[in-house]
């Protein structure tokens, strides 16, 4: 039961973050494809963070009619339109997350294994708030990543999830 009401609410979720893009995209002059909209729900309905390569993948599996550079171009405008934020997860390449309708977390990286939790803090948004309103600013959304060691691994040098995949 629990799963359907996730998968309901991730649905609800990309419709919201689709009509913002739509309404952007027309207020800035830029056509609104079938593929653009494709990718937005790849990001809104997945429950990892995907690099630009792996969408393309996926959708190509899909047998969605895409090149490289329209999946490239569309993370571009996601990210201009605060849809998506990038995220650097140690692998040398940016990673996309959704960004609306998601509350500001933080992302704890293993050096070792990948393995990527996210966090969210009362304490982190209040201290962030408080740092950015003595600065002058009012916190809108962040990024934040911490790379540490899992615990077992941390001991025995040797982490059992090690061999799961990344994001």
Do not use: W
């Not at 629990?2 to 027309?26: D, G, I, L, N, Y």
């Not at 998506?84 to 940016?94: E, M, Q, S």
């Not at 939790?117 to 408080?130: A, D, F, K, P, W």
């Not at 962040?142 to 691994?153: G, P």
């Amino acid at each position: 039961m629990a799963s359907r009401t996730k998968t309901r609410e991730k649905k609800e979720q990309a419709k919201q973050a689709e009509e913002v893009f739509k309404a952007a995209m027309k207020e800035e002059g830029y056509r609104c494809t079938r593929e653009r909209l494709t990718v937005l729900r790849e990001i809104y309905l997945s429950d990892s963070h995907l690099d630009a390569d792996e969408i393309f993948v996926k959708l190509k599996k899909k047998n969605v009619s895409i090149s490289r550079a329209t999946v490239y171009h569309t993370l571009d405008l996601l990210f201009k339109f605060h849809l998506v934020n990038k995220i650097d997860l140690g692998h040398k390449h940016t990673h996309y997350e959704k960004s609306y309708g998601v509350s500001n977390h933080l992302h704890i990286i293993c050096e070792q294994c990948d393995r990527v939790v996210e966090v969210h803090s009362e304490e982190l948004n209040s201290i962030l708030e408080r740092l950015c309103d003595e600065n002058g600013f009012t916190l809108g959304s962040y990024s934040l990543q911490v790379f540490a060691r899992c615990r077992d691994e941390g001991h025995t040098g040797n982490c059992e999830l090690k061999t799961q995949p990344a994001h």
